[in-house]
Protein backbone atom coordinates (compact mmCIF):
# COMPACT_ATOMS: atom_id res chain seq x y z
CA UNK A 1 0.00 0.00 0.00
CA UNK A 2 3.08 2.30 0.75
CA UNK A 3 4.76 1.58 -2.39
CA UNK A 4 1.70 2.15 -4.43
CA UNK A 5 0.84 5.64 -3.04
CA UNK A 6 4.50 6.57 -3.33
CA UNK A 7 4.65 5.52 -7.31
CA UNK A 8 0.97 7.50 -7.58
CA UNK A 9 2.96 10.33 -6.01
CA UNK A 10 5.80 10.52 -8.09
CA UNK A 11 3.79 10.16 -11.31
CA UNK A 12 1.50 13.13 -9.99
CA UNK A 13 5.09 14.97 -9.38
CA UNK A 14 6.50 14.21 -12.78
CA UNK A 15 3.10 15.03 -14.70
CA UNK A 16 3.01 18.62 -12.66
CA UNK A 17 6.58 19.03 -14.31
CA UNK A 18 5.82 18.66 -17.81
CA UNK A 19 2.79 20.68 -17.56
CA UNK A 20 4.77 23.53 -15.58
CA UNK A 21 7.56 23.65 -18.71
CA UNK A 22 4.72 23.42 -21.35
CA UNK A 23 3.15 25.78 -20.36
CA UNK A 24 6.68 27.99 -19.94
CA UNK A 25 7.47 27.03 -23.20
CA UNK A 26 4.05 27.93 -24.60
CA UNK A 27 4.49 31.48 -23.18
CA UNK A 28 7.86 31.65 -24.45
CA UNK A 29 6.67 30.85 -27.70
CA UNK A 30 3.77 33.94 -27.61
CA UNK A 31 6.33 36.09 -26.54
CA UNK A 32 8.45 35.71 -29.36
CA UNK A 33 5.85 35.70 -31.95
CA UNK A 34 4.00 39.09 -30.17
CA UNK A 35 7.79 40.68 -30.33
CA UNK A 36 7.95 39.55 -33.80
CA UNK A 37 4.90 40.96 -34.70
CA UNK A 38 5.59 44.40 -33.10
CA UNK A 39 8.95 44.57 -35.19
CA UNK A 40 7.23 44.10 -38.18
CA UNK A 41 4.66 46.56 -37.70
CA UNK A 42 6.79 49.40 -36.64
CA UNK A 43 6.54 51.46 -39.90
CA UNK A 44 10.00 53.64 -40.74
CA UNK A 45 8.56 57.12 -42.44
CA UNK A 46 11.18 59.96 -43.27
CA UNK A 47 10.19 63.76 -42.61
CA UNK A 48 9.70 66.45 -45.10
CA UNK A 49 12.32 69.25 -44.77
CA UNK A 50 11.55 73.04 -45.41
CA UNK A 51 14.20 75.50 -44.64
CA UNK A 52 15.27 79.50 -45.59
CA UNK A 53 18.67 80.45 -46.11
CA UNK A 54 20.54 83.67 -47.87
CA UNK A 55 21.40 83.25 -51.42
CA UNK A 56 25.04 82.37 -52.16
CA UNK A 57 25.74 79.69 -49.91
CA UNK A 58 29.13 78.59 -49.75
CA UNK A 59 29.90 74.76 -50.78
CA UNK A 60 29.49 71.90 -48.69
CA UNK A 61 27.32 73.91 -46.43
CA UNK A 62 25.00 72.38 -44.47
CA UNK A 63 21.22 72.81 -45.45
CA UNK A 64 19.50 70.59 -42.80
CA UNK A 65 19.05 66.83 -41.87
CA UNK A 66 15.88 64.66 -43.15
CA UNK A 67 14.79 62.99 -39.83
CA UNK A 68 13.62 59.17 -39.52
CA UNK A 69 10.73 58.80 -37.25
CA UNK A 70 11.30 54.83 -36.27
CA UNK A 71 13.85 52.92 -35.07
CA UNK A 72 15.73 52.00 -38.16
CA UNK A 73 18.94 54.06 -39.88
CA UNK A 74 18.50 53.33 -44.01
CA UNK A 75 20.22 54.47 -46.34
CA UNK A 76 19.26 57.71 -47.95
CA UNK A 77 19.83 58.99 -51.53
CA UNK A 78 18.61 61.89 -53.70
CA UNK A 79 15.78 60.91 -55.94
CA UNK A 80 15.32 64.07 -57.60
CA UNK A 81 16.24 67.76 -57.24
CA UNK A 82 15.75 70.76 -59.05
CA UNK A 83 18.06 72.21 -60.08
CA UNK A 84 20.31 69.34 -61.08
CA UNK A 85 23.60 69.11 -59.45
CA UNK A 86 22.43 71.50 -56.36
CA UNK A 87 22.47 69.26 -53.40
CA UNK A 88 24.46 66.56 -51.35
CA UNK A 89 23.25 63.79 -49.20
CA UNK A 90 25.33 62.03 -46.51
CA UNK A 91 23.90 58.69 -47.32
CA UNK A 92 23.91 57.40 -43.04
CA UNK A 93 23.08 60.73 -41.81
CA UNK A 94 20.91 62.42 -44.13
CA UNK A 95 22.22 65.37 -43.54
CA UNK A 96 22.07 67.82 -46.44
CA UNK A 97 25.41 70.13 -48.14
CA UNK A 98 24.91 72.40 -50.99
CA UNK A 99 26.64 70.74 -53.89
CA UNK A 100 27.08 73.26 -56.56
CA UNK A 101 26.93 76.98 -54.78
CA UNK A 102 26.30 78.85 -58.42
CA UNK A 103 22.72 77.23 -57.98
CA UNK A 104 22.19 78.71 -55.10
CA UNK A 105 21.02 82.15 -56.87
CA UNK A 106 17.81 83.69 -55.90
CA UNK A 107 17.21 85.40 -59.32
CA UNK A 108 17.58 82.46 -60.92
CA UNK A 109 16.32 79.68 -59.03
CA UNK A 110 14.59 81.28 -55.69
CA UNK A 111 12.97 77.81 -54.42
CA UNK A 112 15.25 74.19 -54.64
CA UNK A 113 13.69 71.35 -54.46
CA UNK A 114 14.54 68.28 -54.07
CA UNK A 115 13.17 64.27 -53.12
CA UNK A 116 14.88 61.96 -50.64
CA UNK A 117 14.17 58.37 -50.26
CA UNK A 118 16.19 55.83 -48.38
CA UNK A 119 15.93 51.70 -48.35
CA UNK A 120 13.52 50.43 -45.95
CA UNK A 121 11.12 53.51 -45.34
CA UNK A 122 7.37 53.38 -46.52
CA UNK A 123 7.56 56.98 -48.09
CA UNK A 124 9.88 59.62 -49.57
CA UNK A 125 11.08 63.12 -48.22
CA UNK A 126 10.06 66.61 -49.89
CA UNK A 127 12.71 68.98 -49.42
CA UNK A 128 11.84 72.75 -49.88
CA UNK A 129 14.81 75.45 -49.84
CA UNK A 130 13.98 78.66 -49.90
CA UNK A 131 16.25 81.34 -50.95
CA UNK A 132 16.37 84.90 -49.73
CA UNK A 133 17.60 87.34 -52.07
CA UNK A 134 20.45 89.82 -50.70
CA UNK A 135 21.68 92.96 -51.88
CA UNK A 136 24.91 91.86 -54.52
CA UNK A 137 26.97 94.35 -56.17
CA UNK A 138 27.18 94.77 -59.60
CA UNK A 139 30.47 93.18 -61.43
CA UNK A 140 30.13 94.56 -64.67
CA UNK A 141 30.30 97.61 -66.54
CA UNK A 142 28.31 100.22 -68.63
CA UNK A 143 28.75 100.40 -72.55
CA UNK A 144 28.41 103.11 -74.97
CA UNK A 145 25.81 102.03 -77.39
CA UNK A 146 27.08 102.43 -81.10
CA UNK A 147 23.84 104.13 -82.69
CA UNK A 148 23.51 103.72 -86.53
CA UNK A 149 21.42 106.38 -88.70
CA UNK A 150 19.54 108.95 -87.11
CA UNK A 151 18.77 110.01 -83.34
CA UNK A 152 17.35 112.68 -80.98
CA UNK A 153 18.61 115.58 -80.56
CA UNK A 154 21.00 116.09 -77.16
CA UNK A 155 18.79 116.98 -74.27
CA UNK A 156 17.53 116.91 -71.03
CA UNK A 157 14.54 116.89 -68.76
CA UNK A 158 12.97 114.66 -71.45
CA UNK A 159 11.44 111.28 -70.40
CA UNK A 160 11.65 107.86 -71.07
CA UNK A 161 9.71 104.19 -70.93
CA UNK A 162 9.46 100.93 -71.64
CA UNK A 163 6.82 100.06 -73.76
CA UNK A 164 5.89 97.28 -75.93
CA UNK A 165 9.25 95.76 -76.42
CA UNK A 166 10.54 99.39 -77.21
CA UNK A 167 12.35 102.08 -75.86
CA UNK A 168 10.76 105.38 -75.73
CA UNK A 169 12.18 109.16 -76.10
CA UNK A 170 9.56 111.63 -75.03
CA UNK A 171 9.97 115.73 -75.13
CA UNK A 172 12.21 117.46 -73.20
CA UNK A 173 14.44 120.40 -73.89
CA UNK A 174 17.45 120.82 -76.42
CA UNK A 175 19.88 124.12 -77.18
CA UNK A 176 16.57 125.01 -79.29
CA UNK A 177 13.43 124.94 -76.82
CA UNK A 178 11.26 122.83 -75.55
CA UNK A 179 10.71 119.70 -77.60
CA UNK A 180 7.17 117.46 -77.47
CA UNK A 181 8.81 114.30 -80.24
CA UNK A 182 8.71 111.28 -79.94
CA UNK A 183 11.37 108.82 -80.96
CA UNK A 184 11.35 104.58 -80.57
CA UNK A 185 14.07 102.07 -80.77
CA UNK A 186 13.94 98.30 -80.18
CA UNK A 187 17.54 98.29 -79.11
CA UNK A 188 19.01 101.20 -78.73
CA UNK A 189 20.78 101.28 -81.78
CA UNK A 190 18.48 102.45 -84.31
CA UNK A 191 16.21 104.82 -83.59
CA UNK A 192 12.58 106.29 -85.56
CA UNK A 193 10.64 109.44 -85.25
CA UNK A 194 7.40 109.09 -84.10
CA UNK A 195 4.72 110.66 -86.17
CA UNK A 196 1.44 111.20 -83.97
CA UNK A 197 -1.84 110.96 -85.94
CA UNK A 198 -3.79 113.66 -84.68
CA UNK A 199 -3.12 116.02 -81.43
CA UNK A 200 -1.03 115.06 -78.90
CA UNK A 201 0.74 116.96 -76.50
CA UNK A 202 2.33 120.12 -76.71
CA UNK A 203 6.04 121.05 -76.54
CA UNK A 204 7.34 120.52 -72.82
CA UNK A 205 10.26 119.81 -70.29
CA UNK A 206 10.42 119.09 -66.45
CA UNK A 207 7.42 116.72 -67.54
CA UNK A 208 6.49 113.02 -66.10
CA UNK A 209 6.13 110.12 -68.57
CA UNK A 210 5.09 106.18 -67.29
CA UNK A 211 3.47 103.05 -68.36
CA UNK A 212 0.36 102.18 -66.95
CA UNK A 213 -2.82 99.81 -67.73
CA UNK A 214 -1.04 98.95 -71.08
CA UNK A 215 -0.58 103.04 -72.45
CA UNK A 216 2.00 105.67 -72.06
CA UNK A 217 0.82 108.32 -70.44
CA UNK A 218 2.71 112.03 -70.16
CA UNK A 219 1.40 114.53 -67.61
CA UNK A 220 2.01 118.18 -67.00
CA UNK A 221 5.90 119.60 -67.31
CA UNK A 222 6.51 123.33 -68.51
CA UNK A 223 6.29 124.00 -71.97
CA UNK A 224 6.89 127.13 -74.60
CA UNK A 225 6.83 130.63 -72.60
CA UNK A 226 7.84 129.00 -69.56
CA UNK A 227 3.58 128.09 -68.71
CA UNK A 228 3.35 125.58 -66.22
CA UNK A 229 0.72 122.62 -67.56
CA UNK A 230 -1.62 120.19 -65.58
CA UNK A 231 -2.89 117.81 -69.00
CA UNK A 232 -3.08 114.38 -68.36
CA UNK A 233 -2.42 112.47 -72.38
CA UNK A 234 -1.90 108.80 -72.67
CA UNK A 235 -1.56 106.50 -75.50
CA UNK A 236 -2.38 102.51 -76.09
CA UNK A 237 0.51 102.51 -79.37
CA UNK A 238 2.76 105.85 -78.46
CA UNK A 239 1.47 107.50 -81.43
CA UNK A 240 -2.44 107.75 -81.28
CA UNK A 241 -2.64 109.90 -78.09
CA UNK A 242 -5.92 111.20 -75.86
CA UNK A 243 -6.30 114.13 -73.72
CA UNK A 244 -8.18 112.35 -70.53
CA UNK A 245 -8.22 115.11 -67.92
CA UNK A 246 -6.25 117.05 -66.27
CA UNK A 247 -4.31 117.05 -62.78
CA UNK A 248 -5.78 119.63 -60.13
CA UNK A 249 -2.37 121.45 -60.06
CA UNK A 250 -0.60 123.25 -62.93
CA UNK A 251 2.70 121.48 -62.02
CA UNK A 252 6.19 121.18 -62.92
CA UNK A 253 9.47 118.43 -61.47
CA UNK A 254 6.63 116.03 -59.66
CA UNK A 255 7.24 112.15 -59.74
CA UNK A 256 5.41 110.34 -60.99
CA UNK A 257 5.05 106.05 -60.16
CA UNK A 258 3.03 102.94 -59.96
CA UNK A 259 1.20 101.84 -56.58
CA UNK A 260 -2.05 99.70 -55.63
CA UNK A 261 -3.27 99.94 -59.26
CA UNK A 262 -3.54 103.59 -59.38
CA UNK A 263 -1.25 106.50 -61.21
CA UNK A 264 0.50 108.63 -57.90
CA UNK A 265 2.14 112.10 -58.73
CA UNK A 266 4.07 112.68 -55.52
CA UNK A 267 5.25 116.38 -54.95
CA UNK A 268 6.76 119.15 -57.74
CA UNK A 269 6.59 122.79 -57.96
CA UNK A 270 3.21 124.76 -58.81
CA UNK A 271 3.12 128.52 -59.33
CA UNK A 272 5.55 131.01 -58.51
CA UNK A 273 7.89 128.11 -58.20
CA UNK A 274 6.56 127.07 -55.05
CA UNK A 275 7.71 123.72 -54.03
CA UNK A 276 5.08 121.25 -52.66
CA UNK A 277 4.32 118.18 -51.00
CA UNK A 278 0.67 117.06 -52.30
CA UNK A 279 -0.05 113.94 -53.22
CA UNK A 280 -3.14 112.86 -56.12
CA UNK A 281 -3.76 109.46 -57.10
CA UNK A 282 -5.88 108.52 -59.92
CA UNK A 283 -7.02 104.92 -61.76
CA UNK A 284 -8.02 106.44 -64.94
CA UNK A 285 -6.18 109.61 -65.71
CA UNK A 286 -9.90 111.76 -65.55
CA UNK A 287 -10.73 111.70 -61.74
CA UNK A 288 -7.71 112.37 -59.64
CA UNK A 289 -8.15 112.06 -56.03
CA UNK A 290 -6.17 114.54 -53.38
CA UNK A 291 -4.53 111.76 -50.24
CA UNK A 292 -4.99 113.36 -47.64
CA UNK A 293 -1.96 112.36 -44.81
CA UNK A 294 -1.88 112.08 -41.32
CA UNK A 295 1.17 112.31 -39.23
CA UNK A 296 4.82 113.28 -40.14
CA UNK A 297 5.23 113.78 -43.77
CA UNK A 298 8.53 114.64 -46.22
CA UNK A 299 8.79 118.33 -46.59
CA UNK A 300 7.66 119.95 -50.20
CA UNK A 301 10.34 119.41 -52.73
CA UNK A 302 11.31 119.14 -56.66
CA UNK A 303 13.15 116.62 -58.66
CA UNK A 304 12.81 113.58 -56.29
CA UNK A 305 12.13 110.45 -57.02
CA UNK A 306 9.03 108.02 -56.36
CA UNK A 307 9.18 104.59 -56.27
CA UNK A 308 7.64 101.19 -55.51
CA UNK A 309 9.02 98.47 -53.71
CA UNK A 310 8.08 95.66 -51.41
CA UNK A 311 4.58 96.88 -51.75
CA UNK A 312 5.68 100.53 -50.24
CA UNK A 313 6.08 103.72 -51.88
CA UNK A 314 8.58 105.68 -51.13
CA UNK A 315 9.64 109.07 -51.86
CA UNK A 316 13.43 110.14 -51.94
CA UNK A 317 16.09 112.58 -52.45
CA UNK A 318 15.28 116.36 -54.03
CA UNK A 319 15.29 120.00 -53.80
CA UNK A 320 13.75 121.15 -50.49
CA UNK A 321 13.24 124.60 -50.03
CA UNK A 322 16.56 125.23 -51.75
CA UNK A 323 18.07 122.34 -49.89
CA UNK A 324 19.44 119.29 -52.09
CA UNK A 325 17.94 116.11 -49.19
CA UNK A 326 19.09 112.47 -49.42
CA UNK A 327 16.12 111.89 -46.48
CA UNK A 328 13.91 108.86 -47.36
CA UNK A 329 10.11 108.45 -46.95
CA UNK A 330 7.58 105.16 -47.00
CA UNK A 331 4.02 104.26 -46.91
CA UNK A 332 2.21 101.51 -47.10
CA UNK A 333 -1.27 103.24 -48.00
CA UNK A 334 0.35 106.82 -49.48
CA UNK A 335 -1.50 108.69 -46.53
CA UNK A 336 0.52 107.23 -43.67
CA UNK A 337 4.20 108.13 -43.56
CA UNK A 338 7.44 107.12 -42.26
CA UNK A 339 10.68 108.40 -42.15
CA UNK A 340 13.21 105.71 -42.67
CA UNK A 341 16.11 105.44 -40.83
CA UNK A 342 19.06 104.18 -43.22
CA UNK A 343 22.50 103.00 -42.60
CA UNK A 344 25.27 105.83 -43.06
CA UNK A 345 26.29 104.59 -46.36
CA UNK A 346 24.03 106.30 -48.16
CA UNK A 347 24.23 108.06 -51.85
CA UNK A 348 25.32 112.17 -50.53
CA UNK A 349 22.36 114.54 -51.32
CA UNK A 350 21.03 114.88 -55.05
CA UNK A 351 18.27 116.22 -57.10
CA UNK A 352 17.96 115.05 -61.04
CA UNK A 353 18.78 112.01 -60.16
CA UNK A 354 16.81 109.24 -61.33
CA UNK A 355 15.37 106.10 -59.72
CA UNK A 356 14.22 102.42 -61.44
CA UNK A 357 13.02 99.42 -59.83
CA UNK A 358 14.52 95.73 -61.13
CA UNK A 359 11.69 92.48 -61.42
CA UNK A 360 10.00 94.55 -58.12
CA UNK A 361 13.14 93.45 -55.73
CA UNK A 362 15.92 95.98 -56.13
CA UNK A 363 15.56 99.62 -56.47
CA UNK A 364 18.36 101.60 -58.57
CA UNK A 365 19.51 105.09 -57.73
CA UNK A 366 21.65 106.74 -60.71
CA UNK A 367 23.75 110.25 -61.04
CA UNK A 368 22.23 113.39 -60.27
CA UNK A 369 23.18 117.11 -59.04
CA UNK A 370 24.68 118.38 -56.01
CA UNK A 371 22.96 121.15 -54.32
CA UNK A 372 26.44 122.56 -52.03
CA UNK A 373 28.91 122.54 -55.39
CA UNK A 374 26.41 122.08 -58.12
CA UNK A 375 28.50 119.23 -59.59
CA UNK A 376 27.46 116.01 -61.33
CA UNK A 377 27.29 112.62 -60.44
CA UNK A 378 28.28 109.29 -62.05
CA UNK A 379 27.77 106.66 -59.44
CA UNK A 380 24.74 103.82 -59.01
CA UNK A 381 23.20 102.94 -55.66
CA UNK A 382 21.25 99.62 -55.14
CA UNK A 383 18.61 98.93 -52.55
CA UNK A 384 16.32 96.00 -51.75
CA UNK A 385 14.54 97.38 -49.38
CA UNK A 386 14.96 101.26 -49.98
CA UNK A 387 16.52 101.77 -46.75
CA UNK A 388 19.59 100.33 -47.38
CA UNK A 389 21.84 101.12 -49.75
CA UNK A 390 24.82 100.22 -51.94
CA UNK A 391 27.27 101.50 -54.07
CA UNK A 392 27.72 100.25 -57.41
CA UNK A 393 31.99 101.09 -57.36
CA UNK A 394 33.66 101.19 -61.15
CA UNK A 395 30.14 100.23 -63.00
CA UNK A 396 30.50 103.43 -65.28
CA UNK A 397 33.61 103.32 -67.42
CA UNK A 398 35.54 106.30 -68.06
CA UNK A 399 34.12 107.97 -71.19
CA UNK A 400 30.78 107.68 -69.31
CA UNK A 401 30.16 111.59 -68.60
CA UNK A 402 28.88 113.03 -65.47
CA UNK A 403 25.49 114.30 -65.82
CA UNK A 404 22.38 115.71 -64.74
CA UNK A 405 18.37 115.27 -66.10
CA UNK A 406 19.59 111.67 -67.77
CA UNK A 407 16.71 109.32 -67.90
CA UNK A 408 17.12 106.10 -66.97
CA UNK A 409 15.19 102.87 -67.61
CA UNK A 410 15.05 98.75 -67.69
CA UNK A 411 14.48 97.36 -71.44
CA UNK A 412 14.50 94.10 -71.81
CA UNK A 413 16.86 92.68 -68.89
CA UNK A 414 19.34 95.92 -69.47
CA UNK A 415 19.29 99.56 -67.89
CA UNK A 416 19.24 102.04 -70.04
CA UNK A 417 20.55 105.78 -69.76
CA UNK A 418 19.97 108.22 -72.54
CA UNK A 419 21.28 112.04 -72.56
CA UNK A 420 21.10 114.64 -70.06
CA UNK A 421 23.01 117.64 -68.80
CA UNK A 422 27.10 117.39 -68.59
CA UNK A 423 27.68 121.19 -67.07
CA UNK A 424 26.81 122.35 -63.99
CA UNK A 425 24.47 124.83 -65.29
CA UNK A 426 21.10 124.54 -66.26
CA UNK A 427 21.41 128.01 -68.07
CA UNK A 428 24.06 127.10 -70.23
CA UNK A 429 23.85 123.02 -69.93
CA UNK A 430 26.43 120.83 -71.93
CA UNK A 431 23.69 118.39 -73.14
CA UNK A 432 24.20 115.21 -74.43
CA UNK A 433 22.49 111.96 -76.51
CA UNK A 434 24.40 109.12 -75.98
CA UNK A 435 22.75 106.00 -75.08
CA UNK A 436 24.60 103.44 -72.43
CA UNK A 437 23.58 100.05 -71.30
CA UNK A 438 24.02 97.45 -68.93
CA UNK A 439 23.25 93.96 -69.84
CA UNK A 440 22.02 91.33 -67.33
Keep these: MILWCQYNLNNELKMKK ?16 FSCSDDDSVEITLEDLTVTIDENPLNGQIIG ?15 SQTPNGALNIDASSGELTVA ?28 TINLLDTHEALTGQFSEVTVTGNIFSAR ?69 G ?44 TAGSQNNSDIFSTSDGITW ?6 GSLFSPRFLHQAFVLNNKLFVTGGNDNSTVVNDTWSSTDGTNWLEENSNSNIYSPRYYHNTFVKNNDTVFLIGG ?51 GNSGSSSSSPTLLNDVWKYDF
Design 18 to 33: TLKFTNLLMFAVLLIS
Design 226 to 269: NSLLNDVWSSPDGVTWTQVGNVPLFIDTASLTVFENKLWLVGGR
Design 65 to 79: TVEVMGTSSPDFSIS
Design 369 to 419: ASGSTGANYKDLWTSIDGVNWLENVDVFPAGYSVRRGQQTVFHNDTIIVIG
Design 156 to 224: WRHQVVSFNNKIWVIGGEDTSGRKNDIWSSTDGITWQEETPIGNHFSERTLHTAIVFDDKIWVIGGRTI
Design 289 to 294: DVETTT
Design 100 to 127: DAALFDFETNPVITATISAIGTSNTAAV
